[in-house]
């Protein structure tokens, strides 16, 4: 969990640098209707049924109950996740659609080794490489197939300092070069307590990957591309987690154990066998 300080320290930061370039900036409901009156049925919502995408779903719902709404659906996402999705597609009656994977999860992995932890925009490390055929080229093809020129998301500057920078880069929305379309983040100057007390306002249910488990984000569960996932992955699933890690040729204490327990047992049987052959 970040802290507020962190978090209201990203949000300055970000705002400062958006006044300071010209940028606009509008209240989460203000811009969610500048983005329907320009684009219309052209928009759509990008969610990944997440608290925050479920805000700005649930925002652009009140403006237009049959917007279209997106699930880049990875084929690793956390099984709450999908009972979640479900529960709302049904609950609310969305306008939904989801696009699948140019490639999986672990044909990435192979491919291209797990994600690395990016925490800064200086960060040397790129965009992950699941990400791009996991969900941004499906997205693209999507959007180019049903003519969608726009959409909104649920991205906060004070997630994280990658986000932050973002922000501060381009403001609240922009056009994106890939895909090739305009993004909108209305609640990109919002907090974590913003996001929840929005859920108490409205009686919004929640996924139960935050009630269940205590997670501050959900995504896809075998993710290694932020900071302490060791600590979130073990505690959501232990086979997984051991799995992934032996794939990455990380040593376990379980490992230790094992190794140690077999020396025991080695060395058991052969003070057996001396005293049997001395009997």
């Not at 800064?120 to 490489?129: A, D, L, N």
């Not at 907090?191 to 929005?198: G, I």
């Not at 569960?221 to 086979?239: V, Y």
Request: aromatic residues 14%; hydrophobic residues 35%.
């Amino acid at each position: 969990m970040i802290s507020p300080k962190v978090e209201a320290s990203r949000i300055r930061f970000a705002l400062r640098r958006c006044k300071a370039k010209g940028f606009d900036v509008y209240k989460p409901e203000e811009l969610v209707k500048k983005a329907l009156d320009e684009f219309g049925d052209n928009l759509a919502v990008s969610c990944s049924f997440g608290s925050c995408s479920v805000v700005v779903l649930h925002m652009a719902r009140d403006a237009n109950p049959h917007i279209k709404v997106v699930f880049d659906d990875t084929g690793v996402e956390y099984p709450e996740t999908y009972a979640y999705r479900d529960l709302l597609v049904k609950e609310w009656d969305l306008n939904y659609v989801e696009t699948k994977p140019i490639k999986s999860f672990w044909k990435c992995v192979k491919d291209y080794g797990f994600p690395l932890i990016r925490q800064t925009g200086r960060s040397k490390f790129k965009k992950p490489q699941c990400c791009t055929y996991l969900k941004e080229k499906p997205f693209e093809k999507w959007c180019k197939a049903n003519c969608v020129h726009a959409t909104l998301t649920g991205l906060r500057a004070s997630e994280s300092g990658v986000r932050m920078l973002a922000i501060s880069q381009v403001g609240q929305f922009y056009f994106a070069k890939r895909p090739k379309i305009w993004k909108f983040h209305p609640i990109a100057f919002w907090n974590h307590k913003q996001v929840w007390e929005y859920f108490s306002k409205n009686e919004i249910p929640m996924n139960e990957v935050y009630t269940k488990y205590g997670l501050s984000r959900c995504g896809c569960m075998p993710c290694t591309g932020f900071l302490h996932w060791e600590k979130q992955l073990s505690r959501t699933n232990l086979k997984l987690y051991r799995y992934i890690q032996k794939l990455r040729n990380v040593p376990l204490l379980d490992d230790f154990i094992q190794f140690e327990d077999e020396i025991y047992e080695e060395s058991c049987s052969g003070m057996l066998l001396e005293v049997e052959n001395h009997g």
